[in-house]
């Protein structure tokens, strides 16, 4: 074993594919104390770990997509400001939203069964999440802060065919876009992206007491509740507040409401 390793450190073009080798090795054949086997690399790795750890997306206030939504509207974009609706509410990933097609809705059934629902990567079709599960559900609309959102979702619906909801909007014109909106809306440092949205709609309705944690976590579809307590970090959201234009605050502060009126209204002009 000691001339093999040798034998990489002397032929570095080898390295990549035989570390994967050395790894597999090092689970199944290693007999010897683990001070005498890779320990150096493996230490290596934590510290680097510790060191340089990876950057959590950060949440941005619900105002801030909001207010994103009303330029949607303002450019004619009713399928962007829908998605960023969607996307708020259910804490879906950009492509878990952009992918959605008609048969992962299921429609209310009567005063008993109010709600409408998204199944996320259904196992009919084949499909996983990025944490490998299928059939995950998802309620739209399931408080009495969003049931606006009910109505966002059927008034779309109505105006889409059988298949994509969102046909022709791809991850790369959505991201295009948000990096346009940073600009036109004057945020600092790109706040806005999609990605940070499955991140916002958690943050906000832990710091607003609309969900307990417990109820963030299963909704979010995550795991471990470590994967959550950074939504009670509140200071991190109200921090984002930095990012808005001391000129558009009082604005921004009222995007909100202004949002659910024009997204409603242009929804049953349009559908």
């Known amino acids: ?41 493996k230490a290596s790795l934590a510290g680097w770990r510790k060191t340089s750890p990876g950057k959590m997306r950060m949440p941005v206030p619900e105002e801030f997509l909001f207010d994103a939504g009303v330029l949607a509207l303002d450019e004619d974009r009713l399928d962007i400001a829908v998605a960023i609706t969607l996307q708020l509410d259910a804490y879906l990933r950009p492509s878990e939203c952009l992918d959605l097609s008609t048969d992962q809705i299921a429609a209310p059934q009567g005063r008993k069964y109010p709600h409408w629902a998204l199944v996320i990567a259904p196992s009919e079709h084949g499909q996983v999440t990025k944490t490998g599960k299928s059939d995950d559900s998802v309620l739209i609309g399931d408080g009495k802060h969003n049931q606006w959102v009910r109505s966002v979702l059927h008034l779309w619906l109505q105006g889409v065919s059988d298949g994509p909801i969102f046909p022709g909007l791809t991850l790369s014109q959505y991201e295009k876009w948000f990096r346009d909106a940073n600009k036109k809306l004057l945020y600092s440092n790109d706040v806005l992206k999609p990605h940070v949205i499955r991140h916002s709609g958690p943050s906000n309705d832990c710091y607003h007491g609309r969900r307990r944690l417990d109820e963030i976590q299963k909704r979010g579809r995550w795991d471990a509740r470590a994967s959550v307590v950074r939504y009670e970090k509140h200071a991190t959201l109200l921090h984002q507040w930095k990012h808005c234009a001391p000129k558009r605050k009082q604005i921004v502060l009222g995007r909100a409401q202004l949002f659910q009126t024009r997204v409603l209204a242009k929804l049953r002009n349009e559908r």
């Not at 073009?13 to 090795?25: F, M, Q, R, S």
């Open 1 to 41: 074993m000691n001339q093999y390793l040798a034998h990489l450190h002397a032929d570095e073009a080898e390295l990549p594919e035989a570390t994967y080798l050395v790894y597999g090795l090092q689970l199944l054949e290693c007999h010897v104390p683990k001070d005498q086997f890779l320990v150096i690399s």
